[in-house]
């Protein structure tokens, strides 16, 4: 990793991170930011939850790095999560690509407008009007 951030005239973001020492590691190296993924946990059929392991990499990282999260976003509830949890920010790849074959570009708009809408009103029962005042209070262990 190394190697390559030395070598990039771009921005190095690492994803597949799932461990705490992965996230130090990827900092040690240089990288300008990791993506907590398992990569749709299709490699192992008991394999490890990202949002499981992003509390403890956000604990780890502590502000050093943006932690980008791809895992599972299908809902606002979800996005509020992640953010709960330490993310800076959500990728969302699955719901974008089903609604692009159902109905193309308007049908990614669309679903990409309702996450959007659903972050709003899942933020205003939580009792937030930012999306940086999310953080672990809204959270029960």
Do not use: Y
């Amino acid at each position: 990793m190394a190697w390559l951030a030395q070598r990039l005239d771009v921005p190095l973001v690492i994803k597949g991170i799932l461990a705490p020492e992965d996230a130090e590691a990827a900092i040690a190296a240089g990288a300008a930011g990791i993506v907590v993924s398992n990569h749709g946990g299709r490699t192992l059929d008991s394999g490890f939850a990202a949002i499981d392991a992003l509390g403890p990499i956000a604990r780890v990282v502590a502000g050093r790095m943006p932690i980008l999260f791809d895992g599972g976003i299908r809902r606002g509830t979800d996005v509020v999560k992640a953010l709960a949890l330490g993310a800076d920010s959500v990728l969302v790849g699955r719901p974008q690509a089903m609604a692009l074959a159902v109905a193309g570009a308007r049908g990614v708009a669309h679903i990409l407008k309702l996450i959007i809408e659903e972050t709003a009103v899942v933020m205003a029962l939580c009792g937030v009007s930012r999306l940086d005042a999310i953080g672990p209070q809204l959270i029960v262990d």
